[in-house]
C-alpha cells in the first residue's frame, strides 16, 4: 500500500474509532435519561428516550456501512481486521442497549400515569442502574484508551449487578406474595430491572471485545452467558 493509501485508511479507521465512542456517549446519556424518567416519572422524559432510539439505529447502519466498505477495499492487516470485526459486534451491543433504554422509558410511561402506586421505591433499582451505567462508561473508556486491565475490572463488574437484580427480583417476589394487588406493578419493575441487568451484560460484551482488539485472545463464552440474545 502507497504512503497515501495509507494514510487515508489510517484516517478511515480513526473515523470509524471515534464515531464508534461518539455513538457510544449517545446510549449512555440514552440510558442515564431513561433511568432518570422512570425515578420523576416524566412522560416528556420518557418520549425524549423513545424519539431519541432513531439516532442510535442511524449511528449503527452507518457504522456497519463504513466497516464493510473498508474490509471490501482494503487489505487490512491482522490488528486492523481485529479492530473493524470488534466494532461491528460493539455497535450491535451498542444499539441493544439503546433498545434497553426505550423499554424502560416505555416501561416509565405505562408505570407512572397510573396514580396507584402499591410498592414502595425500591432502592436497589438505583443502585443497579448506577452499576450498569458505570460499566457501560468504563467499558467505552477501555476502548477509548486500548486498556484490557480496564476491560477486565468491567468483566469482574458484573457479577455486582446480577446480584442487585436477583435482589431486587426477591423483593418483588416478596410484595407479590404478601399482596396480589402489587402483582402487575411488581412485574412492571421487574422488567425494567431486567433490561437494566442486561446492559451490564451488553457492556460486558464491549469490554470482552476490547480485550480482543488489543491482545487478540477471544474470550467471549468462556464464561456462562444469558440465553438471549436481547
Known amino acids: 500500500m502507497s504512503d497515501h493509501l495509507s494514510k487515508q485508511f489510517d484516517r478511515e479507521l480513526e473515523n470509524i474509532s471515534s464515531r464508534i465512542l461518539q ?7 440514552q440510558v442515564l435519561a431513561a433511568i432518570e424518567a422512570f425515578s420523576t416519572g416524566s412522560a416528556e422524559a420518557s418520549q425524549r428516550v423513545i424519539d431519541g432510539e432513531r439516532e442510535v439505529d442511524a449511528d449503527e447502519v452507518g457504522i456497519d456501512e463504513d466497516c464493510t466498505l473498508l474490509i471490501a477495499r482494503r487489505q487490512l492487516a491482522a490488528g486492523d481486521l481485529r479492530l473493524i470485526l470488534a466494532i461491528l459486534r460493539i455497535v450491535t451491543d451498542l444499539e441493544r442497549i439503546g433498545d434497553k433504554a426505550c423499554e424502560i422509558a416505555s ?7 397510573a396514580g ?18 458505570d460499566m ?9 484508551h486500548r486498556d484490557v486491565e480496564a476491560a477486565r475490572r468491567v468483566i469482574g463488574s458484573d457479577a455486582a449487578v446480577d446480584t442487585t437484580f436477583n435482589t431486587i427480583l426477591r423483593q418483588l417476589l416478596t410484595y407479590m406474595l404478601e399482596d396480589p394487588r402489587t402483582i402487575s406493578e411488581a412485574l412492571d ?6 433490561a437494566i441487568e442486561r446492559i451490564g451484560d451488553h457492556a460486558t460484551n464491549i469490554a470482552e471485545d476490547v480485550i480482543y482488539v488489543v491482545s487478540g485472545i477471544d474470550i467471549r463464552h468462556t464464561l456462562p452467558k444469558p440465553t438471549d440474545d436481547a
Open 189 to 194: 419493575i421487574l422488567w425494567i430491572a431486567k
Open 107 to 113: 416501561m416509565s410511561r405505562v408505570l407512572r400515569p
Open 136 to 144: 457501560l462508561r468504563a467499558a467505552l473508556d477501555s476502548l477509548a
Open 23 to 29: 455513538m457510544g456517549t449517545l446510549v449512555e446519556r
Open 116 to 133: 396507584a402506586q402499591h410498592l414502595p421505591r425500591l432502592t436497589d433499582l438505583d443502585h443497579c442502574g448506577r452499576l450498569a451505567t
